[in-house]
């Protein structure tokens, strides 16, 4: 298994669905992270978990919820979303503390397309 | 607040020989990292090379180094003999070691498309 799994791949939506990504970890990471990856653009950081906490919320609209039931696994949920919403969405995972020497570990990615 | 800037939005490179890719960075502290990443096409972003600012000797992984001159705050990435698994996206990014936790967030550069010519 790949360390960190995003699914699914690709997601085409409308702007009155709710659906929700999916991202899990065999790493053994405490630490997960939602970024927004859009054309020409630096990534941008969405959220941070640590220990199923979350410890930021880089002003994201609220139509964006993120969810962390525990270390492992990390879902953003959908709803009523723009079509400049649209981009690849990207989980990373990293350990916490003193372990972490700032590499985070990264899905491939959940392609995004609001209609 | 941090910003990281690549002044190159796409470079290319004929196979076996060097290319060098440009990052800039705006910080006031005095302890930090430097990382480079690389994202090939529809494939997971993965770590390439990392530079500790408090170390005066440039990184080096393979093929893979670095300049890094902190005190005009630049650091290039230099990948020697390329090959056409090279090609990719190269993200700079730049972290803190603050011991403020949002402080010690990664922060991106906009990214280089590196394409390799056989």
Redesign the interface.
Known sequence: ETGVTQTPRHLVMGMTNKKSLKCEQHLGHNAMYWYKQSAKKPLELMFVYNFKEQTENNSVPSRFSPECPNSSHLFLHLHTLQPEDSALYLCASSPSGGLNTGELFFGEGSRLTVL | AQT?TQSQ?EMSVQEAETVTLSCTYDSSESDY?L?WYKQPP??????VI?QEAYKQQNATENRFSVNFQKAAKSFSLKISDSQLGDAAMY?CAY?SDSSS??A????????TQLTVLP
């Open positions: 990281v939005p990292y990382f529809s494939r997971q972003m993965i770590l990392r993200f972290r936790g949002s010690r967030q990664l922060t991106f550069g906009s990214g």
